[in-house]
C-alpha cells in the first residue's frame, strides 16, 4: 500500500517568513499600537473606550504570544510547523485587529481599508502555497465584508459602488500577489537548478580526479612488486617451497590490488559524466523491469510524488547496482521459503529523498556490521569488499548518508538518503574547497 508522503515543508520558506516578521511586521505592529494607544488616550473615559483599550490590551497579548512561539521556540532547531502555525495566526489577529479598526474608524468610509493590500502581500510571502494563500485571503475578505455589515447594519451598502471596487480590488490584489510570487519562485528554482548542476558536477570532477591521481599513484608501485615477485619466482628453485609460497601470496595480493584501482579508475570517470534530472522510481523500475532473478520477490513501495533528483546516472546506477547486489547475495548461503526484497522510496522533512532496500535473508551478525562500509570488508572469501564503500562514496559525494541494518537470519535494510537541493553552507563549503 503506497504511505501518504510527509508534508513538503520548504527551509527557504521559514526563513523567509522568520525575516517578514521579525524586519517588517515587527516594527509597523509597535507603531500601530502606540498610534492606537495614544487615539484612544485622548478620548473621553467611558464604558466605550474601555471596551477600545481592552481591544487593544487583547491585540497585545495575542501578538506577543505568537511572537514568542514563533522567535522562541520556532527558531529553535528551526521547527517548522511551529513558525507556520504562529505565522497564521498572527495573520489572523492582524486581519481582525484591522477589522475593529476599520469599524471604529467609520466602516465603510475608513481609509484603514488601504492597509489590506498590504496584508495580502503579506501572505503571499509567508504562504506561497496556493491553497493556504487564497484560503487566508478569501478569509480577510469574509472578514472585511462583516465589518462592512456590522457597522451599516444595512444590506444596501454592499451595492454601493465605493464597497464593490474595493472588494474587487482586494480579489485582484490576491490573485496578482500568487501570480507574481509564482512566477519570481519559477525563476528563482531555475537558477538553483543551475547552480546547483554546476556545484554538483564541480564536486564530482575533484573527486574523480583525486582518485585517479590515486590509481596512478599505486599502479606503478604494483608494477614494480609484481614484475619483481614473477623473477623471483623464476630464479628460484623449487625445493624453496616456502619462498615459493610466499611469492604466490605476493602476486595474489598485487592481483587483488590491481582489481581495486580498477574500481578506483572507474570511478575516476565521474569527470566525463554529466548531472541530470532523474525519475528515481522510473529509474528503478527500467532498472528491475529485465531482471533474470525471476525466483526472487521484489515488492516496491514508491512515493510517487518525489520530486526529481540532480545527480549522474551512472553514478545512481553503481549505488544503486551495490545495494540491490548486497541484497542479492543475502540469499546465497541459505535456501529462503519466500525470498523477498522490498524497495521503499520517500520523500522526508527537510527536502531529502529516501532509498530503502531490505531483504529476508541471512542477515549478519552484530559484531560484523560495525565494518560493513569499511573498505576490502567483506565475509566472502571471494568479494573484494568495496561494493557497499563505494556505494557509501557515491551518496557523501552528494552530501548524502547510508545506513545499514540487519539482524541475523531476518534479513538486512540499507537505506540512503539523499538531498534534494543543496543547502547553502554545504554550497560555501564547496566554494572554500575549490
Request: glycine share 4%; aromatic share 12%.
Amino acid at each position: 500500500m503506497q504511505k501518504k508522503p510527509l508534508q513538503k515543508i520548504n527551509r527557504s520558506n521559514i526563513r523567509r517568513i522568520l525575516l517578514v516578521e521579525e524586519l517588517i511586521m515587527c516594527p509597523l505592529k509597535i507603531i500601530v499600537v502606540l498610534f492606537s494607544y495614544y487615539f484612544l488616550s485622548t478620548l473621553d473615559v467611558n464604558k466605550e473606550t474601555y471596551y477600545y483599550f481592552s481591544q487593544l490590551k487583547l491585540y497585545v497579548i495575542a501578538n506577543l504570544f505568537f511572537i514568542i512561539a514563533l522567535f522562541g521556540f520556532g527558531r529553535r532547531r528551526f521547527r517548522p510547523v511551529i513558525v507556520r502555525i504562529s505565522a497564521f495566526f498572527l495573520s489572523m489577529i492582524d486581519n481582525l485587529y484591522l477589522c475593529f479598526l476599520i469599524f471604529f474608524t467609520g466602516g465603510l468610509d475608513s481609509e484603514l481599508y488601504l492597509l489590506y493590500p498590504g496584508l495580502l502581500v503579506r501572505n503571499a510571502i509567508n504562504f506561497p502555497e496556493i491553497k493556504y494563500q487564497q484560503t487566508i485571503n478569501i478569509t480577510f475578505i469574509l472578514f472585511y465584508i462583516v465589518t462592512i455589515y456590522s457597522g451599516e447594519h444595512n444590506l444596501s451598502a454592499f451595492a454601493s459602488e465605493v464597497f464593490l471596487l474595493r472588494l474587487i480590488m482586494l480579489i485582484l490584489v490576491s490573485v496578482c500577489c500568487w501570480g507574481i510570487y509564482f512566477l519570481l519562485e519559477k525563476k528563482n528554482r531555475q537558477v538553483r537548478e543551475t547552480q546547483e548542476m554546476t556545484i554538483r558536477s564541480e564536486k564530482l570532477h575533484i573527486a574523480s580526479k583525486l582518485a585517479r591521481q590515486i590509481a596512478h599513484e599505486l599502479k606503478n608501485p604494483l608494477g614494480i612488486i609484481n614484475n619483481s615477485a614473477y623473477l623471483i619466482r623464476k630464479k628460484t628453485d623449487d625445493s624453496c617451497e616456502k619462498i615459493l609460497r610466499q611469492v604466490d601470496i605476493i602476486q595474489q595480493e598485487v592481483k587483488k590490488s590491481d582489481r581495486i584501482i580498477t574500481e578506483l579508475l572507474d570511478y575516476s570517470h565521474l569527470a566525463e559524466s554529466k548531472i541530470t534530472r532523474v525519475n528515481v522510481n522510473q529509474y528503478i523500475m527500467n532498472v528491475l523491469k529485465d531482471r533474470t532473478e525471476q525466483w526472487i520477490k521484489i515488492h516496491f513501495d514508491l512515493d510517487h510524488s518525489l520530486p526529481d533528483l540532480f545527480i549522474d546516472e551512472a553514478q545512481l546506477n553503481r549505488m544503486f547496482f551495490h545495494l540491490f547486489s548486497n541484497a542479492m547475495e543475502s540469499f546465497e548461503e541459505i535456501v529462503a521459503d519466500n525470498p523477498e526484497i522490498n524497495i521503499l522510496t520517500r520523500f522526508i522533512e527537510d527536502d531529502f529523498l529516501e532509498i530503502s532496500v531490505r531483504d529476508n535473508g541471512v542477515g549478519m551478525p552484530k559484531h560484523l556490521q560495525d565494518n560493513i562500509f569499511t573498505p576490502f570488508f567483506s565475509t566472502k572469501s571471494d568479494h573484494v569488499g568495496l561494493g557497499l564503500s563505494i556505494a557509501q562514496n557515491v551518496v557523501e559525494t552528494y552530501n548524502g548518508n547510508i545506513t545499514f541494518r540487519s539482524l541475523p537470519g531476518k534479513g538486512t535494510t540499507v537505506t540512503v538518503r539523499l538531498p534534494l537541493h543543496i543547502s547553502i553552507e554545504d554550497q560555501q563549503k564547496h566554494e572554500c574547497y575549490v
